[in-house]
């Protein structure tokens, strides 16, 4: 096993946990895409996930994890975790079907939508700071004071290996892919894709994209530690929020997988959502769009190959699309 605990063996074991409550997402070709840069340009729908995105892997493969190794009355204090959005809308469908409680804790950033998500779900969402790592003192404090257990939204090796199974499906499903185009953020997503990608198939590159602004990845990768950014509001706020100040996995798993790495400004993700939207018919938030966002602003050369983009998510309320199509001059 590599020091990052994330190894294909804890690839299947995650698939075997998660089998019953997580959707084994299509793969579909693009016609449109494919057409337009000369390539099989493949789509994988977390869409369809039950929570809309693909943060139901790693919380429903951590919380089953903890119970497979402490029993089941070790949650009885509930659990808490901080989020951008979709990992603590997957904690509270996980912990509702659990029947334990469990508390999100959230900036002043993210979005009302998917606060109203999470608490429709009888999660309690609590907003504090103006940044994921701030939210994350509350989370610490719960821990501390209520013996609550922290669901990590990315930096664990359980949780990367449930985001992880999706490589494995994508190496099923395209056995020849030559490059899978992942939103980076925390790294739980491209880390666990990337993983089990290189394991299988070292061929395929692995292309990480970030916002251009507040890209806590991008900067720790450059200086080699973690880097606290600012974090901004943008299209993509799925891939706001930090890498945390004590990273144990992620950066080094990122580090290890990744083959490059882009940035995408706010006016590509907006026309990447449009289209996405007029031309597949997939609603889409601006993190699931940067895949297409970072072919088209800087131009790589994909053609000839076969491309996998992960459309990671749907949260996205009408004021944000018009938003885009306001942006994106539509």
């Known amino acids: 096993m590599h020091d990052h605990g994330v190894s294909l063996e804890a690839l299947y074991q995650a698939r075997r946990r998660i089998a019953d409550e997580v959707v084994r997402t299509p793969l579909v070709r693009s016609a449109a895409l494919s057409a337009r840069f ?70 002043r950033l993210v979005p009302a939508n998917k606060v109203a998500a999470i608490e429709a779900l009888g999660a309690e969402a609590r907003r504090v700071g103006a940044s994921q790592d701030e939210a994350f003192s509350e989370v610490e404090r719960l821990v501390n004071e209520r013996g609550m257990t922290l669901i990590p939204p990315f930096d664990d090796p359980r949780v990367v290996a449930g985001q992880g199974t999706i490589g494995l499906e994508l190496m099923e499903d395209c056995p020849s892919l030559d490059r899978v185009i992942v939103g980076l953020s925390g790294g739980g997503l491209l880390g666990g894709i990337g993983a089990a990608v290189k394991a299988i198939r070292p061929a395929c590159r692995v292309t990480g994209v970030s916002l251009s602004r507040g890209a806590a990845m991008w900067e720790s990768l450059k200086a080699g530690h973690p880097v606290a950014v600012e974090e901004v509001e943008s299209l993509g706020d799925s891939l706001g929020g930090g890498i945390g100040r004590d990273n144990r996995c992620t950066l080094r798993l990122v580090r290890e997988v990744m083959d490059d790495h882009l940035q995408v400004s706010e006016r590509a993700i907006a026309a990447a959502m449009v289209e996405l939207l007029e031309a597949e018919k997939r609603l889409v938030e601006g993190a699931a769009a940067v895949g297409l966002a970072a072919i088209a602003e800087h131009g790589l050369d994909v053609r000839g190959q076969r491309v996998a983009l992960i459309l990671s998510g749907n949260a996205v309320s009408l004021s944000t699309l018009d938003r885009a199509r306001a942006l994106a001059g539509r």
């Open 38 to 107: 000369d390539a099989d340009i493949l789509l994988k729908l977390e869409t369809c996930q039950p929570t809309g995105a693909f943060k139901l892997r790693g919380a429903v493969n951590m919380l089953a994890a903890l119970i497979e190794g402490r029993g089941r009355e070790a949650l009885a204090a509930g659990v808490v975790t901080a989020s951008t959005g979709n990992h603590g809308r997957a904690v509270a469908h996980a912990a509702a079907r659990l029947g334990v409680p469990a508390v999100i804790c959230l900036s």
